[in-house]
């Protein structure tokens, strides 16, 4: 892959994506439809989320079938019809391998269910007996880590939803089985992969109760997980590729061994600590404002641990689990331009690889459902329940919903004010966001002061300037919680990045005097930049040092 720190990715969530055959859902030939807008955008890769046979109970995240297509979304020959068109413009396709577990429908479930020992041990089954899990670990979509099944008299492990039984990766024929799944994509066509909560596979020898929390940290970076990657990496020759791993609850030190070259095993990873500064407690039921020195904190140690260790992060805001970036970290109701355009300035300028989340780049908001009806993420559902069953009344759980789901972020693309947002000519599987008719990609691309066309300034910027991409990082203003502000240097090249994360105004400071800086990019139209003498609320500014003014001046 050249020079892959010049690339932007962005996912598709393909249910929500565009639908091509009115059925109300997205799917791969609507992919198809829209490359031509991501091409105009400049993004280099899509990360589609699963499309593959799945009982749909966790939208395809629950796999029934790892080589076929669920008929919901298309066939074979519609996803070599997209990897073709990609290639053609230059996109490559990443896919989404969920090697965490499997759906209990799939055959090796469904086997081990029928008595075969074989496929038992392709999961992770223990005696037991009924009321009496082999621990107290919980699930992270609520409830016990563990489902009895009484004709095996056994219990198997599912982290997530009981239909998500977790795969042994004990077992070297389990691994087999993975590395064959990525060998017939590979061979398709496909340029990387994102592996799903892949920092999970490795469990203890020894599973024991945790009396201080839910069972994670058992599991979380577990005793063989690097082991495991490595040689997955290795037999399948995909270190060349683009890949991340999605990584729940991480470390720095082990994000530095997950994507240090020199290790072999992933380019890049997630993490997610930056995304629960609002999470009272740590919970991410219980609403609390968003803490801005947390959030910096985070940036500082994340970007700095890894820029020190050879790392590499993948920078983002938003996916299909988070609600939308500018209802969370912004305000999408009186600075919903300027936030939402400050919010992607201050991602895509750090050190690491950007990513773009359908949506996100026209600055959609969360959609503020009214009704529990509206929701279908199996999350959202069984937490909904746990909240009323510990007290709170409905409004309080709905509240709680419309700022946390997951179902924030997959509502349907909005492509321009026709009904159902050209997402569809039919009724969607998701309600729309009422906004559509002032928030879409229609609109935002005819406008040259749209957040969309911000977005795609970024991504050229990327492209353009070496500091950006190959840069190194440091922070300025550390103990100034309003302003994220950070210089990235390439050689002789100077960039300075300044965010203000709040909504009132804050005071500029630059290294040198303005005098020295050009202006590169900004999210207010200031008559000239360098009578500019504080930051305007959600104000980004981006400067690029003059080493030599003169030779600049056109
Ligand atoms: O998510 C992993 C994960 O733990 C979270 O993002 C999770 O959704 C959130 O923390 C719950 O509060 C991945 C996928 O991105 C997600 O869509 C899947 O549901 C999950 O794995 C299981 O495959």
């Known amino acids: 892959m050249q020079d892959f720190k010049k690339k932007v990715i962005y996912q598709i969530y393909p249910k929500s994506f565009k639908d091509s055959n009115a059925d109300g859902f997205g799917d791969l030939n609507g992919i198809t439809e829209k490359l031509d807008y991501l091409y105009w955008l400049g993004v280099d890769y899509i990360w589609v989320t699963p499309f593959f046979i799945s009982p749909q109970k966790d939208n395809g995240y629950d796999v029934a079938d790892y080589y076929n297509i669920d008929p919901m979304f298309g066939t074979m020959k519609d996803f070599e019809q997209l990897i073709q068109s990609a290639t053609k413009k230059q996109i490559g396709i990443m896919l989404d391998m969920v090697f ?17 020992r074989n496929y038992q041990d392709y999961y992770i089954f223990r005696e037991g007996t009924p009321n009496c899990p082999p621990t107290n670990w919980q699930s992270k979509f ?11 008299q056994k219990w198997y492990l599912h982290l997530f939803d009981k239909t998500q039984a977790d795969l042994n990766w004990e077992n070297p024929i ?39 929390g839910d069972g994670r940290k058992f599991y ?84 700095t641990g890894m820029q020190e260790n050879n790392g590499w ?24 331009k300027q936030s939402a355009k400050m919010l992607a300035s201050a991602i895509h300028l750090m050190r690491g690889t950007p990513y773009i989340y359908q949506g996100e780049e026209i600055g959609m908001t969360n959609p503020c459902f009214t009704s529990i009806d509206q929701y279908q993420d199996i999350e959202s559902i069984n937490y909904y329940n746990i909240l009323l069953e510990n007290k709170k009344s409905k409004e309080e759980a709905l509240h709680i919903l419309q700022e946390r789901s997951r179902d924030n972020s997959r509502t349907p693309m909005q492509w321009n004010e026709h009904p159902y947002a050209g997402f569809s000519t039919q009724k969607p ?78 005071p500029i400071y630059t290294p040198l005097p303005l005098e020295n800086y050009t202006l590169l990019l900004g999210n207010y139209n200031h008559s000239s930049f360098t009578h500019t003498r504080i930051l305007l609320p959600y104000e980004t500014i981006v400067f690029k040092h003059l080493k030599n003014p003169v030779l600049n001046i056109k």
């Not at 965490?100 to 075969?116: E, K, P, V």
């Not at 609520?142 to 095996?152: D, H, I, K, Q, T």
Request: charged share 25%; proline share 3%; glycine share 4%.
């Open 100 to 116: 965490n577990h499997t759906s209990t429908s799939h055959i090796w479930f469904q086997r081990a269910l029928q008595g075969d």
């Open 174 to 212: 389990v691994r087999e089985e993975l590395k064959n799944i990525i060998r017939f994509w590979k061979q398709k066509g496909v340029q990387g992969f994102r592996f799903d909560v892949v920092n999970l596979i490795s469990k203890p020898a020894i599973f024991e109760d945790d009396f201080s």
């Open 142 to 152: 609520g409830g016990s880590a563990w489902e009895y099944v009484p004709s095996l």
């Open 220 to 303: 979380t970076d577990g005793p063989h997980v690097h082991e495991y990657i490595k040689e997955l990496v290795r037999d399948t020759n995909i270190a060349d590729m683009v890949t991340v791993g999605e990584m729940s609850s991480t470390s720095i030190e082990n994000c530095i061994r997950y994507t240090n070259p020199t290790e072999k095993e992933l380019r890049m990873c997630f993490n997610f600590h930056h995304l629960k500064v609002d999470y009272k407690n740590g919970n991410k039921w219980e609403l609390q404002p968003v803490d801005r020195k947390a959030l910096k904190n985070l940036f500082i140690t994340w970007q």
């Open 429 to 506: 599987w998701m309600s729309l966001t009422g906004n559509y008719t002032q928030i879409n990609v229609e609109r935002e691309q005819n406008d040259p002061d749209s957040i969309l066309c911000f977005y795609k300034k970024l991504i050229s910027l990327r492209k353009q300037e070496k500091a950006i991409s190959h840069g190194t990082i440091s922070f300025l203003k550390k103990e100034d919680d309003n302003v994220l502000a950070y210089i990235r240097e390439y050689e002789h090249d100077q960039i300075v990045v300044l965010n203000n994360l709040s909504d009132t105004e804050q």
């Open 313 to 336: 992060n993948a920078v983002f805001w938003c996916n299909h689990d988070q609600p939308r970036v500018v209802s969370r970290f912004g305000n999408d109701k009186h600075y919903w």
